[in-house]
């Protein structure tokens, strides 16, 4: 089931997608040889939400300069990747990323991969809403929750009271 934004105008899932293995495990992702990269798929009102938001907000949650690499985290399944539904989607990444890139944000050029979305394999039942389940787990609360502070301070204007 996945986790909805208040007013229902969003919702997300945790799961692989970009590999070549039918229905991965967490553990087979994680062992890097399925292909797959760990993704959140987000399903959004267009007319509540723009996507090209959606793509700033993933730029700056996450490190998007690394190539197959997250903080600690090493290998093509921590990739930085934009799996899109369409060419409109995929072009507006692709400028959204040229865009923050032209700003220097960034110490170093953005990496993220920008593919057409094939399939969307959702993660184990454990793995949807993690992060609200378990805030307290080191990993949750050493890397997520300051994540999610900035996330809160840089896009407040795009949050519901």
């Known amino acids: 089931m996945p986790w909805r934004g208040r007013g229902d105008e969003w919702a997300t899932n ?22 797959h990269a760990e993704v959140v798929q987000v399903t959004f009102d267009p007319a509540e939400l723009a996507y090209r938001d959606l793509v700033r907000v993933f730029l700056a949650v996450h490190d998007p300069t690394t190539l197959n690499r997250q903080g600690a985290d090493v290998g093509t399944q921590y990739r930085s990747a934009i799996f899109t539904h369409s060419a409109a989607q995929a072009e507006a990444a692709r400028e959204v990323i040229a865009e923050v890139d032209a700003q220097g944000v960034y110490d170093a050029p953005i990496v993220t991969e920008v593919s057409r979305s094939e399939r969307f394999w959702p993660a184990e039942g454990y793995h949807q809403a993690y992060f609200a389940t378990n805030p307290r787990q080191p990993y949750c609360a050493a890397v997520v929750a300051p994540k999610v502070a900035k996330f809160r301070k840089q896009f407040l204007d795009k949050l519901k009271a």
């Open 14 to 35: 945790h799961g692989t997608s970009g590999g070549q293995v039918e229905d991965p495990t967490y553990e087979q992702v994680c062992g890097g040889s399925t292909g």
